[in-house]
């Protein structure tokens, strides 16, 4: 049986610390139970949002709740495209918020993931451009982002994933951001690794490069690496993704291969 559940948001002033639970929002109550409070960003300014991962229907946008000065506010939504559902944001060094999707299609299919960027106004986006679309099964189910700048001015984002399975992708292409085509292929496998009761995988990895246009370029790293647990779990694959953009670069700067 489905209940309520009790959507909230806690502050910790530092790693141990006990729980500081935050004022909620009216809006809280509205949300469902599996689909509440997903995705949580902190812009430089220190205000802090969090995205429900559902809307309810796919034309309604995914409620948007900004905390400042103490209080929520819900300023806007933020346009729902498909069935894909919010899990993950981040405010990227140039401003703009990277929304991280997934849409479930099956134990068959599996997942497929979706990064989109979004300048934002006073009263909703200004802007938005889809920087990222993988095939289902490609990749597991990726649920986490963050951002950083190389000193050369190169965008970086990293997905993290809470799958406990490597999986290879068959080779596929796709027209990525800005007209970008991204070519796919089997990469190197990484040596054996034992864990746990004597258990051996195979950890892969895998590069999509992009063939950039006079005014994009773009490429994406993917690889599978070893997390430890308890030896009764054996070890838990973490995926990270990276993908540099040309929006962050000066001039147009055609796209060069970098190492996870």
Do not use: K
Not at 48 to 65: K, R
Not at 75 to 83: A, D, E, T, W
Not at 225 to 235: D, I, L, T, V, Y
């Amino acid at each position: 049986m489905w209940r309520r559940c009790d959507h909230r948001v806690v502050s910790y002033a530092a790693p141990g610390a006990s729980a500081r639970p935050l004022p909620r929002h009216p809006g809280f109550a509205r949300l469902a139970s599996n689909n509440g409070l997903e995705a949580l960003a902190m812009d430089a300014s220190g205000v802090l949002w969090a995205i429900a991962e559902s809307s309810g229907d796919w034309t309604q946008p995914f409620p948007v709740f900004r905390f400042a000065d103490g209080n929520w506010t819900q300023p806007f939504g933020l346009p729902r495209r498909g069935p894909y559902l919010a899990v993950g944001a981040e405010f990227g060094p140039d401003g703009r918020l990277y929304l991280l999707e997934r849409d479930f299609a099956g134990v068959l299919r599996g997942v497929s993931s979706r990064v989109r960027a979004f300048s934002l106004g006073a009263e909703g986006p200004l802007a938005e451009e889809e920087i990222l679309v993988t095939p289902h099964g490609q990749f597991d189910n990726l649920e986490a982002i963050a951002l950083w700048q190389e000193p050369g001015g190169a965008l970086r984002i990293t997905l993290l994933s809470d799958e406990a399975r490597p999986r290879r992708a068959a080779p596929r292409h796709r027209q990525g951001s800005q007209g970008c085509r991204a070519a796919c292929r089997r990469g190197s496998r990484s040596p054996r690794c034992s864990a746990g009761r004597g258990r051996r995988r195979r950890l892969r990895s895998r590069r999509i490069g992009c063939r950039p246009s006079p005014s994009s370029s773009c490429h994406l790293l993917a690889s599978a690496r070893p997390r430890w647990q308890s030896p009764a779990r054996g070890f838990t694959s973490l995926w990270c993704c990276a993908i540099v953009t040309a929006a962050a670069r000066r001039g147009g700067e055609r796209g060069r291969r970098t190492d996870p």
